[in-house]
């Protein structure tokens, strides 16, 4: 299986030296756009667990909204009618209500949304995975899907293929609920910032590789102030992905991989450099402890709001178009 690429498709990978199968570092190898050499098998990765991803999740949505049926639920003259009425039972709440276009807070809490009361009260602990299949409305289900496919298929094809985020988001929402794959997309702009840091000295084009994750990162959490869709998990998701990269996604030095081609007995640098390795200890020891002392808390009960009483606007803002249930 090839490993190459990066956020530009390869572009942006500094160029190694040495050639091709002619080369001295031949033997099966070649060397391409990068400083280390890549094995060749004649077959490339194909992306498939990102594509099968997003088709479950518009699956999902298309029975959330089936299940909804917004024209058979009572709304007040205040909260107005249901949006593109049209659409019979597939047709959307009412703005007030859910402005992103979709279902009910009731059916999306009767779906598995998160909730903090049925976790920590009811021991509903499958919340924190059910979740993460839910969307608040199209517009959340798009922004999501279009984020997915862009870095995840690049993810899978490097690579071979939101907990930490569910976890967090429930140690600060207790009276509203949350969904969303937002968590474990933000897992993996977590995941592809570590990756160029720890990679750094490989890439030549970092500005634009930073400025491709910043702008997603900011429409994402430009979302997450609106109703349902829960800014907690995104920064849960973030951080839990950004240390998973330090541990799973460094690369091996150019030596390490050469040393085939090495005479008998002759010595050959480490795999990793030795900031690599700093960061995969510092980074696996912060992952155990801070999922520890999370879950630890979230199963005792514990408000995240009481040390941090403005940590509310994070997640949802309310205005004179919407109300935000953790208010």
């Known amino acids: 299986m090839a490993r190459g690429g990066d956020l530009e498709g390869g572009r942006g990978i500094k160029s190694g030296g040495g050639g091709g199968r002619g080369s001295p570092a031949g033997n099966g190898y070649s060397s391409t756009s990068a400083p280390y050499l890549i094995?060749?098998?004649?077959?490339?990765?194909?992306?498939?667990?990102?594509?099968?991803?997003?088709?479950?999740?518009?699956?999902?949505?298309?029975?959330?909204?089936?299940?909804?049926?917004?024209?058979?639920?009572?709304?007040?003259?205040?909260?107005?009618?249901?949006v593109a009425g049209f659409l019979g039972r597939f047709s959307f709440e009412p703005i007030r209500d859910n402005p992103l276009f979709g279902p009910s807070s009731a059916t999306l809490e009767k779906l598995g949304a998160l909730q903090w009361g049925k976790i920590v009260e009811k021991h509903q602990g499958w919340r924190l995975v059910t979740c993460m299949w839910l969307h608040a409305g199209i517009i959340h289900?798009?922004?999501?899907?279009?984020?997915?496919?862009?870095?995840?298929?690049?993810?899978?094809?490097?690579?071979?293929?939101?907990?930490?985020?569910?976890?967090?988001?429930?140690?600060?929402l207790r009276a509203g609920i949350a969904v969303g794959a937002s968590g474990a997309l933000f897992?993996?702009?977590?995941?592809?910032?570590?990756?160029?840091?720890?990679?750094?000295t490989i890439y030549t084009n970092k500005a634009a590789a930073l400025v491709t994750l910043f702008v997603i990162i900011a429409i994402n959490l430009a979302i997450g102030i609106l109703p349902h869709v829960d800014n907690f998990a995104h920064i849960g998701g973030f951080l839990s992905?950004?240390?998973?990269?330090?541990?799973?996604?460094?690369?091996?030095?150019?030596?390490?991989?050469?040393?085939?081609?090495?005479?008998?007995?002759?010595?050959?640098?480490?795999?990793?450099?030795?900031?690599?390795?700093?960061?995969?200890?510092?980074?696996?020891?912060?992952?155990?402890?801070?999922?520890?002392?999370?879950?630890?808390?979230?199963?005792?009960?514990?408000?995240?709001?009481?040390?941090?009483?403005?940590?509310?606007?994070?997640?949802?803002?309310?205005?004179?178009?919407?109300?935000?249930?953790?208010?």
Not at 60 to 79: G, T, W
Not at 188 to 200: D, F, R, V
């Open 39 to 82: 094995e060749e098998t004649g077959t490339q990765w194909t992306s498939w667990l990102v594509p099968m991803f997003v088709v479950a999740n518009i699956a999902v949505f298309l029975v959330a909204m089936y299940i909804n049926d917004c024209p058979k639920q009572y709304h007040s003259r205040a909260e107005g009618s249901c």
């Open 141 to 172: 289900l798009i922004a999501n899907m279009l984020s997915l496919v862009v870095i995840g298929v690049r993810l899978e094809q490097q690579f071979g293929f939101g907990f930490g985020g569910s976890v967090l988001s429930s140690l600060f």
């Open 187 to 200: 897992g993996l702009l977590g995941a592809m910032l570590s990756e160029l840091i720890t990679n750094w």
């Open 241 to 327: 992905g950004f240390l998973l990269g330090f541990v799973l996604l460094p690369r091996p030095q150019f030596a390490w991989l050469e040393r085939r081609n090495l005479p008998a007995g002759a010595g050959f640098k480490s795999k990793y450099k030795p900031y690599q390795y700093v960061l995969w200890v510092v980074s696996l020891a912060l992952l155990i402890a801070g999922f520890t002392v999370a879950l630890v808390m979230l199963f005792r009960g514990v408000n995240g709001h009481e040390s941090c009483h403005w940590c509310k606007y994070l997640s949802c803002i309310p205005t004179s178009k919407w109300k935000c249930d953790t208010f």
